[in-house]
């Protein structure tokens, strides 16, 4: 086998292993965003303070194992992929945003750690969630910057980065508005309301613009439909006197994996 061939196969075999470890990792970040999410929202403070969750014991115990043992877990695979970056540092230069992006959130998210239980800072409940999304956003940035029809390290252009700072800021807002209405503070939401319709009024806009590039359709489709989603469920808990826990979950999970599609739209540009 000549050397080209050898250095082609090492490639491909490298991409491969990037790609395993960003899904993963996105898996792992995923899950862990649902568990905490879902304890959130079933959480409850009494007018002293106290928390109590509305899920049966055994059913919360569960949930808190799941996310323990997906963030030992998810540490690390960061730990892993740092590792293999800084073997592979000279032919991996394209997946250094991502890996340094999965290790500071994960550094971020054990300081805070302690401090989230009990919901009483809704400051740590936003940076938590926030830390989450973007944990999750790393590892499948690297997944998607290892296909082999990636755009690489061609950089975004400004507009679509304001998309994907405006999702990041929805995410954010809606962290805050959960956060706060445990405290019967709602002003939040209209935060949260404002920044979802700019949000839209962005991601559909680098939608449109994707028209004329080959290849988009399916991805575009998912994002629209996704965006979509997010929308309606708002929109049907504004309707709503008693927050609907069902609704609220799905509503706020899929903002990381409309976040996630984003991604992938925009690092396959054709």
Not at 217 to 233: F, I, K, S
Not at 234 to 251: N, T
Request: hydrophobic share 55%; charged share 10%.
């Amino acid at each position: 086998m000549s050397e080209t061939a050898n250095l082609s196969t090492t490639s491909a075999s490298s991409r491969a292993w990037w790609r395993r470890i960003g899904a993963l990792g996105a898996l792992l970040a995923l899950s862990i965003l649902g568990a905490s999410i879902l304890l959130r929202l079933t959480s409850v403070l009494d007018p002293q303070g106290h928390v109590s969750s509305t899920l049966a014991a055994p059913t919360e115990k569960a949930i808190r194992l799941l996310h323990r043992v997906c963030a030992s877990s998810v540490a690390l695979l960061a730990l892993f992929a740092v590792a293999l970056y800084w073997k592979q540092r000279q032919a991996a230069l394209r997946m250094k945003q991502a890996v340094l992006g999965m290790v500071a959130t994960t550094v971020i998210l054990a300081l805070i750690g302690p401090l989230t239980p009990g919901y009483r800072l809704a400051g740590v409940t936003v940076v938590n969630v926030g830390c989450g999304v973007l944990l999750l956003l790393s590892f499948w940035w690297l997944r998607e910057s290892a296909a082999p029809d990636a755009a690489g390290n061609r950089p975004l252009d400004a507009f679509s980065w304001a998309a994907m700072v405006a999702l990041l800021v929805q995410v954010g807002t809606g962290a805050a508005a959960s956060a706060w209405e445990m405290h019967a503070v709602h002003w939040p939401a209209l935060v949260h309301l404002a920044s979802g319709l700019f949000c839209a009024i962005l991601v559909g806009s680098v939608l449109l613009d994707q028209r004329s590039k080959p290849g988009t359709g399916g991805r575009r489709w998912v994002v629209a439909g996704l965006l979509a989603g997010q929308l309606l469920l708002g929109y049907l808990l504004m309707g709503q006197d008693e927050r609907s826990v069902a609704l609220s979950f799905v509503h706020a999970m899929l903002a990381p994996l409309l976040a996630g599609a984003f991604i992938s739209l925009l690092k396959h540009p054709s």
